[in-house]
């Protein structure tokens, strides 16, 4: 999968990686590419330009680390922003909401995308890797033939089906199932629904009558990876009209253009769970954003080399901030730099949690509203004042503050409130830098 994607990508990004120095039309030119090579590998093109978008804001914005040159940063922002919008927020990737049993799980899709394929490629995994009971029943009754081709799979993969019973409704199919599911004493059951070649309002509410027979834990759209962006419409449509909560994307082993799997998140909201990948049973993968943008931007090793370099940079950091500290000095720039440091660990609760002595104070902030807007507020207030102001915020008097507070938008109060914490923060500081040289501060900064 992704192989002419990842091919057009890679050469866009070894002239870039090949240059010491990087303009900034180098840059651009690179994510002009980037884009055309999106949109051919059928990515939609709001998707496309808001990656790119993003892309050129970070590239831009960014210092460049030391030892990586600035095409090695920009392979690393590529690479996050794809794993991003794979993700999206990264829950429920390749997990199966289960509990309770028996959990239903009803597998939706058009005809002819594998659904009755991946439904007994996904029990064979809940049997295999989960320890689950499974049931399965196919709801498909204007085909037999589909009844039975789920019939043959349980067998050959050891996974119970429910006994086919000519003339039922799918809605009283369903029924049995559920009943079947409980007295049996089966961990999950899986709803393998009639497909159609098309969305139509019978498939539709058949579908809707099961899902509310059911109440299923899981509804899974099966859809064609081959057939690209139309796999996305299928998948917005399946959406409004039954409510989904993810998407196994098949034939990911052919030559399809991947892009649709770039898409789906950005549209629909909905995760990609897993991936098939052939037509053989243990064909599935789990959806992993990480490991897919790195088979796609093919450049795992540059990737690397600016994590270690980004995190060598920031333990140098924190060394240079403790010693500041055990000094006693602990200047605007100091608490910018922790502030900025909050933002990127998720809040005030992850760093003030890592520092001793500091639960108190946390709590103190908590109880006073603290969040990133307001972080971001008092980065906006130190960033208002002159280099003197923040080396020395003792010389702040009046006039002094209502420039700094009008520069950023915000009142004198809040200002107030900023010195006000650096006062604490700075006795705090000082007390944890007299327990002693390679005490406590040291320990927590490691
Ligand atoms: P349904 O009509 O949606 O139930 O589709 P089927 O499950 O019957 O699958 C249709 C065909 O697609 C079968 O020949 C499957 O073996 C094949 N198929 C399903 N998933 C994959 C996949 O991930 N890769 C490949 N190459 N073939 C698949």
Redesign the pocket.
């Known amino acids: 999968m992704f192989e002419s994607l990842s091919e057009r990508l890679s050469g866009v990004f070894e002239r870039l990686t090949s240059r010491g120095a990087l303009t900034e039309d180098d840059v651009r030119t690179a994510l002009r590419e980037v884009r055309v090579a999106l949109l051919e590998a059928d990515v939609s093109l709001p998707v496309a330009r808001d990656f790119v978008r993003r892309v050129q804001e970070k590239a831009t914005g960014q210092a460049v680390t030391k030892s990586v040159t600035p095409g090695q940063q920009v392979v690393k922002i590529v690479h996050d922003e794809l794993v991003a919008v794979l993700a999206g927020d990264g829950a429920e990737i390749g997990r199966l909401k289960i509990d309770n049993p028996p959990a239903p799980i009803l597998m939706v899709?058009?005809?002819?995308?594998?659904?009755?394929?991946?439904?007994a490629k996904l029990a064979k995994r809940l049997k295999e890797v989960e320890h689950k009971r499974v049931l399965m029943a196919s709801l498909d009754t204007n085909r037999p033939a589909?009844m039975e081709?789920l019939e043959i799979l349980g067998r050959q993969i050891g996974v119970d089906t429910l006994p086919i019973v000519k003339g039922e409704t799918a809605q009283a199919i369903a029924r049995r199932a559920k009943q079947q599911a409980l007295l049996g004493g089966y961990d999950v059951y899986m709803l393998?629904t009639a497909?159609r070649l098309h969305i139509d309002a019978e498939l539709i509410q058949q579908a809707a009558e099961v899902r509310d027979i059911v109440s299923p834990r899981e509804t899974l759209l099966?859809v064609d990876?081959l057939t690209g962006q139309v796999a996305v419409e299928v998948a917005e449509e399946f959406d409004d009209k039954i409510g989904i909560t993810g998407v196994v994307m098949?034939?990911?082993?052919?030559d399809g253009r991947g892009g649709a799997a770039l898409s789906m998140r950005a549209v629909t909201g909905k995760p990609i769970k897993f991936?098939?990948?052939?037509?053989k049973m243990d064909?599935?993968e789990e959806f992993h954003p990480e490991r897919i943008a790195g088979r796609i931007l093919g450049m795992g090793d540059i990737v690397a080399l600016v994590e270690k370099a980004q995190a060598t940079i920031e333990a140098e950091e924190a060394e240079r901030m403790m010693k500041r500290f055990q000094k006693g000095r602990f200047n605007m720039n100091d608490l910018k730099m922790q502030l900025e440091q909050m933002l990127r660990m998720g809040g005030m609760e992850g760093i003030m949690g890592l520092l001793p002595g500091m639960g108190k104070m946390q709590k103190q902030i908590a109880e006073a509203g603290f969040d990133d807007k307001v972080i971001r507020h008092q980065i906006a207030l130190i960033n208002s004042m002159t280099k003197k102001e923040r080396a020395n915020p003792q010389i702040l008097q009046a006039s002094r503050k209502k420039r700094i507070a009008r520069g950023a938008g915000l009142e004198v109060q809040d200002l107030n409130r900023l010195l006000k914490m650096h006062r604490q923060m700075s006795d705090m500081m000082k007390k944890l830098g007299r327990m002693g040289k390679g005490g406590a501060l040291k320990q927590a900064m490691r």
């Open positions: 899709g058009l005809q002819g995308s594998g659904k009755t394929t991946t439904t589909a081709q393998d497909g099966v990876g098949t034939r990911m082993d052919g991936v098939g990948t052939g037509e064909a599935l």
